[in-house]
């Protein structure tokens, strides 16, 4: 009759966590421990006191959320991801099931990317040289001046 109790209450914890509201309270809890924990090593590097129960209280609450973790259910399975009789499912794709459209949009984009950043290549010469020229103008009168 323990066992029971046990499974039910197993099930009933999986069914939890992987409800909607689990998942919120599975976050937040997850969250605000590691924020202690962070916070307890701050306090530890620091020398201020209160550093250990921090620490104790953060990775406490991280141990309790790895535990529960094992009873999380995993995602549905979709057909598409399932191993049928040990064969992995591998996609393979044919030249011909490529998105030509696709395929020229993209190519038009990099085209388009590689001159913009050609044209800021020669706006930052540009602006280097009148930059170099600036100095030298800057410099100049000052060279005048000293002699």
């Not at 129960?53 to 995602?75: S, W």
Request: net charge negative; proline share 3%.
């Amino acid at each position: 009759m323990a066992t029971r109790k046990n499974k039910g209450l197993i099930n009933r914890l999986s069914n939890f966590i992987s409800s909607y509201h689990g998942q919120i309270f599975f976050n937040f809890a997850y969250s605000i421990g590691a924020a202690i924990v962070i916070w307890g090593v701050l306090f530890k590097l620091l020398h201020l006191p209160g550093g250990n129960a921090l620490l104790a209280v953060g990775l406490g609450t991280e141990i309790v959320m790895f535990i529960l973790t094992a009873f999380d259910l995993p995602n549905e399975i979709h057909e598409s991801n399932r191993v049928i009789n040990d064969e992995i499912p591998t996609t393979s794709y044919h030249p011909s099931t490529i998105d030509t459209e696709l395929v020229e949009r993209a190519d038009k984009a990099t085209r388009e990317y590689c001159e913009q950043a050609e044209a800021l290549a020669e706006n930052m010469r540009r602006l280097n040289e009148i930059y170099s020229n600036m100095l030298s103008a800057l410099e100049n009168p000052l060279q005048h001046k000293e002699k």
